[in-house]
C-alpha cells in the first residue's frame, strides 16, 4: 500500500476497510511533511503530536465499533487563513504572529466532526493577497514541479502540499483566483465554490464579498468527496446559502453527452503563451471526444475585471485589516525611546516624534511593522478609494461594473452549461520574476477574477504539460450553485487523461 | 426664551437609544448592565478574526416600533454600512452603522405643554437608523501611567440614532421634547432611556438667528451663528442648562466677533456639568472621513407590509393619543390626564381600573394626583410595588361616597392603608372609627347648638361661615362624624329654630 500515491477517495475507503490504520496514515504523511517541507516550505506549522492524537482516537473508536466520521482518518492540511482553536493561526503575516483563535472556523467544524486529521497550517500569500506566495512573511513556498518557481497564490502551500504529497487534501481560499491558479501551476485539482456555498465564517476576510473557501487535491472525485463535508448553511454567516448540499460524489460519474461548453475567444488573445494555449485547446478537444459541444461565448465586460478586482478588493481589504491595530491581539510595537503615554492617549501634535497621540503612533508602528509591503499597498488603494470625493469614481464604480460582469456571465449561461479556458496564461514564474512589478503580479489573476466578482463557480485542473515540464491548467466556471456539472466535466476529463497523475521529480530525494 | 431675546435659538438633537433586547445586534451575548468587565463578550464583539455578524432580528423589529411610533416613513429595502475609524473601544477598526439607506426617515414627535409655557412643538425627524455601539474607554487619569481601560461589553449593542430637524427653538423645549421621546420610547419597550447607564445619549447641535436691521446699502436679514454641537450631557437638566449657556456664550461671541456660520468648521464643545459652562473639544472625530461602504458581512434586510402591519398592531397606544383617551373617556382634564400619562403606562393602568371600580374618573384622577402620587413621590416608589391596589382604594373612595367618613378622614386611613397594608375595614376597625349613625349626629348638634348662641345668633344673621365653629367641635366630641353632615344638619335645625 502507497498512501502517497492514494486519492482520497481510496484513501477513506482503504481506512475504513482496516487495510491501514489511521495512525498508520496520518504518520506516512506526517513523515513525509517531515522530509519535504524544507525544501517546499508548504507548512507554517505541522502538528504531528496533535494529528496522531486524533487518529489514534479514531482508530480506538472504530476499533471498539463506535460511529465514525465519512473522512475518518483522513489527513487533510488547512490554508493558514482558517480558524483552528488547537493550532496557530497567522495567515502568513507577522501581525499574527503565533496568534491562537479561541474557536474552530465552520469548515474547520465541519472536518473535524467528519473525523478528518488535520497534518498541520499551510502557508500562503499574506492575509490571502498575492498570486506567487512570495507575500508570505514566513518565506516563499517553493513550487513542487521545479523548486525555482512560485506554486502561485495565494493558497500557493496548500496547492504544493498536495502536489508533494504531504496530504492527499488541502483546504484553499479563493478571493480572485487563489484556489485555482495555485492548483493550476502545482498541477493539482482546485474548486473555488458558489459564494455562499461553503461558511466564511472562521475564514479570516481579505475581501468578505469575494472570498470563499474550496478544496485542493488530485483529482474531481476526491474535491466532490470534501465538498460533501465542508459546504453547506450556516446561519453564523449572513451571506451562506440556505440550499441543501447534493451528494456530490453520486452525482459527478456522468457522460457529458449534450454538455455546452462556452469557450471566450478573447481567453486565447496576445499574451496567452503558446504552450498553454495548446494545452487548453487539447483539453476542449478532451471534453468534446467526451460527448460535449464547444461553443463561442463573450464575455463583454470580462476586460474590466482585474481594475474591478482590484478596487473592490482593496476596498474591503482596508476595512476588513483595520481590526489588526495592536490594540487588542497580535503584534503591538514596543514603546518608542521617550515613549511616555498619557491619560486618554491624547497629547497635542508635534510631541511623540511627530505622531497626533501615543495611541496614534502605537497605531502607526504595530501596522507598519506587522503587515508586509502587499497588504499595506492594498489598504492604501483601498483606503484611498473609499475616501470622500473618490468613492463615486472608484468603488461605486466598480460596483456597477461588477454587476454588469455577472450579468455577462448569467447572460453566457443562457447559451452554455459551463465556461471553459486557460487559468493562468503563463505556466509557474521564477520566484522573483514578477515581484518588483506589482501591476504584473496583478494581471496573474487575469481569467481567474471574474468568477469571484460574478460569485459563481470554478474549478482548475491539469490539462497538460509544457517541454520543461511544469503543469497547465484547465479552467471550468459554472452558474450559481452548478458544482455538480463542474465537478462532472473535470473527473470525466480526469477518467479520460491522466495528467493528474503525474507526480513531479524535483524534490524526489527531499533536497533541492 | 426666544420672545424675551433679541435672537431665536435654534436647536436640534441627535439621541442615542440603546434598545431593550437581551441579546447584542450581531451576536448572542448579553446586553445586561454593569457585569464585570469583558465578560459579555465573543470573537464577533470583541471583532476577532474571521468573527462574522448576523443581524438580531428582534432588535430590528424594537427599531421599526420606535420609528413607527414618530411616523417615519419605513424603507422597505434597508442596508448595512461600515463606518470605518480608529478607536480602541471600536475593535473592528470600523462601526457597522445605516449611512445613505436608513431603515426609516422623515417622521416628527410633538411636544405640548400642558401649562402653555411654550407654543405646541411638531418637531421633525430626520432619519431613524439602528447601529452599534462602541465599547466603553476608562481613561485611568488618577493612576498617572496614563493607562486606558477597555470594557466591550457594550460593544455591539443595538443603539437607535434618532437625528430632529433644527425645529426646537428653547432650551425648555428641548428639554420637555426629550421628556416626551423618553416618555414614548419606553411606553413603547423600545429602550428603558436610563441615561445613567447610557442607554439614553443626547447631542444638540445649536446656533442663533439674529435679526440685522437694514443699513444704508443693506436690507434688513437674519445672520446666523456657527453652529456648535454640545456633547457630555448626562441629563435632560444638563441639556437644557447647557443649552440656555450656549445660547448666552453664542451671543456674546456675536457681539463680539459678529461671526457667522460657514466660515468656519461645525465646532464641538462639552458640557462641564460642575462649572456649568461648554468648552471647545479637541475632538477625534475632527475633520475624519469615515470612509462608509455598505457592510458585506450582512444581507441587505427587506420589510413587507406584513411585518410593517404586525409591529402596529403589537405597539399599544402611545402617550399622546393616550393623553386624549384619558381625558374625553374619564372626563377629567386635559392636564390631570397629562400628569397621569407622563408617569408611565403602570400608572395609567392602575387610574383606569380605579376609576372602572369607582365609575368616576375625576374623583378617582384626584386621589392619584393628591394621595397615590404624593406618596409614591415622596416614597421614591413604584406603581407596581404600591402596597394599596385599585381595589383597596376603590372601597375606599366607595365608603366616602356613601357618607361613612369624609373626605379627610379617608386620606388618614389611607396613609394607614399604605402604611400596614391592610384593608379599609381592618384599618377602620384598628383606628377604632366606626360610622356614626343620623340620630346619633343630630342630638350632638342639638347639644352644640345648646352650647353656642353667639355662633346661632351670627348664623341667624346671615354669617353662614360661622357654622365652621360648630364643626371643630362636633370633631372633638366624635373624631367618626362627618363635618360635612353636621354642618348641614346644624344649618337645618338653626332654620327651624326660625
Redesign the interface.
Same mark, same amino acid.
Given at each position: 500500500m502507497q498512501p502517497l500515491e492514494m486519492s482520497a477517495v481510496d484513501l477513506v475507503a482503504a481506512l475504513r476497510q482496516g487495510d491501514i490504520t489511521a495512525v498508520e496514515c496520518a504518520t506516512v504523511f506526517l513523515d513525509r511533511i517531515e522530509a519535504t517541507n524544507g525544501s517546499i516550505n508548504a507548512f507554517l506549522a505541522v502538528d504531528r503530536e496533535g494529528a496522531l492524537a486524533r487518529a489514534a482516537d479514531i482508530d480506538a473508536r472504530r476499533k471498539a465499533g463506535k460511529p465514525v466520521g465519512p473522512l475518518a482518518g483522513l489527513p487533510v492540511a488547512l490554508k493558514d487563513v482558517?480558524?483552528t482553536a488547537d493550532m496557530p493561526?497567522t495567515?502568513a503575516s507577522k501581525m499574527?504572529a503565533g496568534?491562537r483563535?479561541?474557536?474552530d472556523?465552520d469548515v474547520v467544524a465541519r472536518l473535524r466532526r467528519a473525523d478528518a486529521v488535520f497534518v498541520g497550517k499551510t502557508n500562503m500569500d499574506e492575509f490571502a493577497m498575492g498570486g506567487s506566495n512570495e507575500n508570505s512573511a514566513f518565506g516563499p513556498v517553493r513550487n513542487p514541479w521545479d523548486l525555482s518557481r512560485a506554486p502561485g497564490g495565494s493558497s500557493g502551500g496548500s496547492a504544493a502540499c498536495v502536489a508533494a504529497d504531504m496530504a492527499p487534501v488541502a483546504i484553499g481560499s479563493d478571493t480572485g483566483g487563489s484556489i485555482r491558479q495555485p492548483a493550476g501551476l502545482c498541477g493539482i485539482t482546485g474548486l473555488k465554490p458558489t459564494y455562499g456555498r461553503v461558511s466564511?465564517? /472562521?475564514?479570516?476576510?481579505f475581501?468578505?464579498?469575494l472570498d470563499q473557501i474550496g478544496p485542493m487535491a488530485r483529482s474531481a472525485a476526491d474535491c466532490a468527496l470534501i465538498m460533501e463535508t465542508i459546504a453547506g448553511h450556516d446561519?453564523?454567516?449572513?451571506?451562506s446559502l440556505a440550499v441543501d448540499v447534493p451528494r456530490y460524489t453520486d452525482l459527478i460519474d456522468k457522460p457529458l453527452t449534450g454538455v455546452r461548453i462556452g469557450r471566450v475567444p478573447e481567453h486565447f488573445a496576445a499574451g496567452l503563451d503558446p504552450e498553454v494555449a495548446k494545452g487548453v485547446e487539447e483539453a476542449f478537444a478532451v471534453l468534446m471526444a467526451a460527448g460535449a459541444t464547444v461553443h463561442d461565448v463573450q464575455l463583454p465586460h470580462a476586460k474590466y475585471g482585474i481594475p474591478t478586482y482590484y478596487l473592490i478588493a482593496p476596498?474591503?481589504a482596508?476595512?476588513n485589516?483595520?481590526?489588526y491595530?495592536g490594540?487588542?491581539?497580535g503584534h503591538r510595537a514596543e514603546p518608542g525611546k521617550g515613549h511616555?503615554?498619557?491619560?486618554? /492617549?491624547?497629547r497635542s501634535a508635534g510631541q511623540a516624534g511627530g505622531f497626533e497621540s501615543?495611541?496614534v503612533e502605537m497605531?502607526c508602528r504595530s501596522r507598519a511593522e506587522g503587515f508586509g509591503p502587499e497588504v499595506k499597498r492594498r489598504i492604501m488603494l483601498g483606503?484611498y478609494a473609499?475616501?470622500?470625493g473618490y468613492?463615486d469614481a472608484y468603488?461605486a464604480k466598480a460596483l456597477r461594473v461588477r454587476r454588469l460582469i455577472r450579468q455577462d456571465y448569467l447572460d453566457a449561461f443562457q447559451t452554455v452549461d459551463l465556461i471553459g479556458g486557460p487559468v493562468s496564461a503563463t505556466p509557474a514564474f521564477k520566484l522573483g520574476e514578477k515581484t518588483d512589478d506589482p501591476l504584473a503580479m496583478y494581471l496573474v489573476d487575469l481569467y481567474t477574477v471574474g468568477t469571484n466578482l460574478a460569485g459563481v463557480g470554478g474549478i482548475s485542473f491539469p490539462c497538460g504539460f509544457t517541454k520543461s515540464g511544469l503543469p497547465i491548467g484547465f479552467q471550468l466556471q459554472a452558474p450559481p450553485l452548478a458544482e455538480p456539472l463542474l465537478l462532472q466535466a473535470a473527473d470525466r476529463f480526469q477518467r479520460l487523461t491522466d495528467w493528474h497523475r503525474r507526480r513531479p521529480q524535483a524534490m524526489e530525494g527531499g533536497k533541492a | 426664551m426666544s420672545t424675551n431675546t433679541p435672537y431665536t435659538t435654534i436647536i436640534g438633537l441627535e439621541v442615542h437609544v440603546q434598545l431593550m433586547t437581551r441579546t447584542k445586534l450581531f451576536c448572542g451575548c448579553s446586553t445586561k448592565f454593569g457585569g464585570a468587565p469583558n465578560t459579555q463578550v465573543c470573537?464577533t464583539c470583541?471583532?476577532?478574526?474571521?468573527?462574522?455578524?448576523?443581524?438580531n432580528r428582534q432588535a430590528f423589529d424594537l427599531a421599526l416600533r420606535a420609528a413607527l411610533a414618530l411616523e417615519c416613513t419605513i424603507a422597505p429595502f434597508t442596508k448595512w454600512d461600515?463606518k470605518?475609524y480608529?478607536y480602541?473601544d471600536l475593535?473592528?477598526?470600523?462601526q457597522i452603522s445605516q449611512f445613505d439607506l436608513p431603515f426609516s426617515s422623515d417622521g416628527f414627535l410633538e411636544v405640548v405643554d400642558p401649562k402653555g409655557a411654550f407654543e405646541p412643538r411638531r418637531v421633525g425627524i430626520v432619519r431613524v437608523h439602528l447601529e452599534e455601539d462602541a465599547g466603553k474607554s476608562m481613561?485611568?487619569?488618577a493612576a498617572?501611567?496614563?493607562?486606558?481601560r477597555?470594557d466591550l461589553n457594550r460593544a455591539g449593542t443595538p443603539l437607535c440614532e434618532i437625528v430632529t430637524q433644527p425645529d426646537l427653538r428653547s432650551p425648555q423645549e428641548a428639554r420637555a421634547w426629550l421628556n416626551e421621546l423618553k416618555l414614548l420610547l419606553v411606553y413603547l419597550g423600545v429602550s428603558d432611556c436610563n441615561m445613567q447607564e447610557g442607554s439614553l445619549r443626547v447631542d444638540a447641535n445649536v446656533n442663533l438667528h439674529i435679526p440685522v436691521p437694514a443699513t444704508a446699502g443693506a436690507e434688513a436679514r437674519i445672520a446666523k451663528t456657527p453652529i456648535v454641537e454640545i456633547k457630555n450631557m448626562n441629563s435632560f437638566r444638563s441639556v437644557e442648562r447647557a443649552l440656555t449657556y450656549e445660547a448666552a456664550r453664542q451671543w456674546e461671541e456675536w457681539q463680539a466677533t459678529k461671526a457667522e456660520m460657514g466660515k468656519t468648521p461645525k465646532q464641538t464643545r462639552g458640557w462641564d456639568d460642575p462649572a456649568g459652562i461648554t468648552r471647545a473639544q479637541?475632538h477625534k472625530e475632527e475633520s475624519s472621513?469615515y470612509?462608509?461602504?455598505p457592510e458585506?458581512?450582512?444581507?441587505p434586510v427587506t420589510v413587507t407590509a406584513e411585518r410593517i402591519q404586525s409591529i402596529r398592531g403589537g405597539m399599544g397606544e402611545p402617550p399622546v393619543s393616550l393623553r386624549k383617551t384619558l381625558a374625553s373617556q374619564w372626563q377629567i382634564s386635559a392636564y390631570d390626564a397629562d400628569v397621569l400619562v407622563n408617569q408611565g403606562r403602570e400608572l395609567v393602568d392602575y387610574f383606569e381600573d380605579l376609576a372602572t371600580r369607582v365609575g368616576e374618573g375625576k374623583v378617582a384622577s384626584n386621589w392619584m394626583q393628591q394621595d397615590v402620587l404624593r406618596i409614591l413621590n415622596e416614597t421614591n416608589g413604584t406603581v407596581s410595588a404600591f402596597p394599596v391596589r385599585p381595589a383597596g382604594l376603590a372601597d375606599l373612595i366607595g365608603r366616602v361616597k356613601k357618607g361613612d367618613f369624609d373626605t379627610s378622614r379617608a386620606r388618614e386611613i389611607f396613609a394607614e392603608m399604605v402604611t400596614s397594608g391592610r384593608p379599609v375595614d381592618d384599618v377602620v376597625a384598628g383606628m377604632g372609627i366606626s360610622a356614626v349613625s343620623d340620630d346619633d349626629v343630630i342630638a350632638l348638634c342639638r347639644e352644640l347648638l345648646a352650647a353656642n348662641p353667639k355662633i346661632v345668633a351670627d348664623v341667624k344673621s346671615g354669617k353662614e361661615q360661622a357654622a365652621a365653629g360648630l364643626i371643630g367641635q362636633a370633631k372633638k366630641k366624635n373624631a367618626n362624624v362627618n363635618p360635612g353632615k353636621v354642618r348641614a344638619i346644624c344649618l337645618d335645625l338653626i332654620r327651624e329654630m326660625g
Open positions: 482558517l480558524c493561526t495567515c499574527l496568534f483563535p479561541p474557536y472556523a466564511r465564517r /472562521g475564514l479570516i476576510a475581501a468578505s464579498s446561519p453564523g454567516d449572513s451571506t476596498c474591503e482596508s476595512s485589516l483595520a481590526r491595530d490594540a487588542h491581539y511616555r503615554a498619557e491619560a486618554g /492617549g491624547q501615543p495611541l497605531y483606503t473609499l475616501s470622500a468613492y468603488y | 470573537p470583541l471583532g476577532l478574526p474571521g468573527s462574522l455578524p448576523v443581524m461600515r470605518n480608529f480602541p475593535p473592528k477598526g470600523y481613561h485611568d487619569d498617572g501611567t496614563g493607562d486606558t477597555i479637541r472621513d470612509r462608509y461602504f458585506p458581512d450582512l444581507v
